[in-house]
Nanobody, 128 residues
Framework: QVHLAESGGGSVQPGDSLTLSCAIS????????MGWFRQVPGKQREAVAT???????AYDGSGEGRFTISRDHVKNTLYLQMNSLKFEASALYYC??????????????????????WGQGTPVTVSS
C-alpha cells in the first residue's frame, strides 16, 4: 500500500519561495501519476501541479510559470517548488497518487476524484 508523507510547509511572506516534499513509500512500481493539490476551508481540493507516469507535467493557471513539480525516483520523493508566492496560495497542500499510467495533464483535468491515495497535508500560509 502506497503511503505519502508531506513536509516543508510553513509561513512565508509574499514573494518568498517554498519547496514542499512528499516521501513515497510502499510501492515497488513507480509508474503512476502524482500531483499536488490544495484546499482552503469550504472548497474542494484543487489540483495545482501534476506529473504523469511518463514524466510529463501540468499546472493550473495559478502556478503556471512560478511552480515546478518534480519527482526523484531514486529518493522516492515528489517535490513542489513554489516561487513568488502570493496571498492566495495559502492553503493546506496535499500530495496525491493516482494509479494510472497516464500523462500529467490527465490528472490535472480529472481532479480529486481520480486520486487513489492522499498524504496528510502540509499547511502553507502567505502573509505579510
Amino acid at each position: 500500500q502506497v503511503h505519502l508523507a508531506e513536509s516543508g510547509g510553513g509561513s512565508v511572506q509574499p514573494g518568498d519561495s517554498l519547496t514542499l516534499s512528499c516521501a513515497i513509500s510502499g510501492s515497488a512500481d513507480s509508474q503512476f501519476c502524482m500531483g499536488w493539490f490544495r484546499q482552503v476551508p469550504g472548497k474542494q481540493r484543487e489540483a495545482v501541479a501534476t506529473i504523469g507516469s511518463d514524466g510529463t507535467t501540468a499546472y493550473d493557471g495559478s502556478g503556471e510559470g512560478r511552480f515546478t513539480i518534480s519527482r526523484d525516483h531514486v529518493k522516492n520523493t515528489l517535490y513542489l517548488q513554489m516561487n513568488s508566492l502570493k496571498f492566495e496560495a495559502s492553503a493546506l497542500y496535499y500530495c496525491a497518487a493516482a494509479f494510472a499510467r497516464l500523462k500529467g495533464l490527465w490528472l490535472l483535468r480529472a481532479g480529486q476524484d481520480a486520486v487513489d491515495t492522499w498524504g496528510q497535508g502540509t499547511p502553507v500560509t502567505v502573509s505579510s
